[in-house]
């Protein structure tokens, strides 16, 4: 039984009053960081496509009691105008729909998250922040470059620094990357995150190995090994909350991946549907289409590599989808288009 | 399971509501003790927003069913 999860979990991760949608208004990014496993091949979102998205909203919102959205990239906020404009939809929809429990949260590399931008999405109900940083100055802007290849630590800090003295009701998640030549570098870094942020409980801090995730930059940078990944980051952990280093653990037994859970769709810009955000040039991931009237063409088959945890309860397929994720059958005849 | 056919697949509606056939919540169920006095699939106010394990999104955090579901 340790390797099963609570019934009651996988039920609402096949419940239709829950439904959770990712959204990439752009896959285009402002940053070329060294490490990164997207190719930037698609730009904004069509008209068509986020009409499709308003649409579908619409037709779901109703029925659901909660509504989890989270905006992703590329980097989305070079795309802000649509998400303010999905955004005004959903608090439309919401004003008539008071019971829902909407939760909107957004992977940025927090470059554009000026006060006004975070002011405009905070009131839009979009709380929760995940930014990345690789370490102090001099490790950061070696690794997490704009594209114009300048550094991105000063903006970024600026911005984080406007943020904490606003009033704003955000949840900001500072992801800290950890690599075979950084985790030894930041002791002052860490202690500046400390005093400065994480003195505010509107801040918190995740350590997070570098992996390698595929695209052209696979092979050329060093990743932590599996035995070393879990100490070094939990010493990390005792340097910035050892009271509170457990409530942060990578490997929760409750955790079900989004990918896992039947009632989560990613949209993407070109409007096709994936489970997964980061296997996005595998056939496997292209697992349907938005409309623009709202519908979705979905390929059961292909979910069904995703979901597969949902059956058989195995936590370790729930966490992680993609691992060991079976092939198609060889009759499978995908009607999305590459 | 056979997890390399993955047979039991989940059939959508048009606006990506599942639409299950009994068998499949038997299979989810049967395979899974409930502690008793446990309903077993008693809804929640558990919200699905998580940024997830994986990728730059990856985070673990945010996962309000753990506690909400317990």
């Known amino acids: 039984m340790d390797d099963l999860i609570d019934p009651r979990i996988l039920y609402n991760c096949l419940n239709n009053k829950h ?15 060294t490490y990164c496993y997207e190719d930037f091949k698609i730009g904004r979102m069509k008209e068509k496509t986020v009409q499709g998205i308003k649409n579908l909203i619409s037709n779901r919102m109703p029925e659901l009691k909660s509504f989890g959205l ?20 959903i608090n439309n929809l919401l004003f008539e729909n008071k019971h829902i429990k909407f939760t909107c949260g957004m992977t940025t590399n927090s470059f554009l998250l000026k006060k006004d931008v975070a002011e405009k999405l905070v009131n839009f109900g979009c709380k929760y922040y995940q930014i990345t940083l690789d370490g102090p100055q001099l490790i950061h802007d070696k690794s997490r470059i704009q594209i114009s290849k300048k550094g991105s630590y000063s903006a970024i ?7 904490k003295e606003s009033q704003l009701d955000f949840n900001i998640t500072l992801r800290v990357h950890i690599t075979p030549e950084n985790f030894d570098k930041l002791d002052e870094f860490l202690k500046m995150l400390k005093e400065d942020f994480l003195s505010d409980n509107r801040f918190q801090i995740f350590f997070k190995a570098i992996e390698n995730l595929g695209g052209k930059n696979s092979g050329k940078f060093k990743t932590l090994s599996h035995e070393n990944k879990k100490i070094i980051i939990d010493s990390l952990y005792q340097k910035v909350q050892p009271s509170e280093s457990s409530k942060i653990v990578e490997n929760n037994p409750f955790y079900v991946c989004y990918a896992s859970k039947a009632n989560s769709l990613v949209i993407k810009a070109d409007g096709s549907v994936a489970k997964c955000t980061v296997l996005f040039s595998d056939d ?15 390929d059961s088959e292909k979910i069904s590599l ?7 309860g195995d936590k370790n397929i729930l966490h992680c989808p993609l691992s060991n994720l079976p092939k198609l059958s060889k009759n499978n005849d995908s009607f999305i288009p590459n | 399971m056979d997890e390399n056919n993955c047979k039991e697949k989940i059939v959508y509606d048009d606006f990506g509501r599942i639409i299950l056939p009994i068998e499949i919540f038997e299979t989810i169920f049967a395979g899974n003790a409930q502690k008793e006095g446990d309903s077993g699939t008693e809804d929640s106010d558990c919200d699905l927003t998580d940024f997830g394990c994986c990728g730059k999104n990856g985070n673990c955090t945010n996962n309000s069913c753990k506690e909400d579901d317990k």
Request: glycine share 8%; net charge positive; aromatic share 12%.
């Open chain 1, 19 to 33: 439904f959770s949608i990712i959204l990439m208004p752009t896959e285009q990014c402002n940053f070329r960081c």
């Open chain 1, 70 to 89: 989270e905006w992703f990239g590329g980097e989305p906020l070079l795309a802000k105008d649509i998400i303010y404009d999905i955004l005004k939809h």
């Open chain 1, 157 to 163: 800090m600026a911005n984080l620094y406007t943020l």
């Open chain 1, 284 to 298: 496997r991931n292209r697992v349907g289409l938005i409309q623009e009237d709202g519908k979705l063409k979905l």
């Open chain 1, 306 to 312: 995703w979901t597969r945890g949902l059956f058989s």
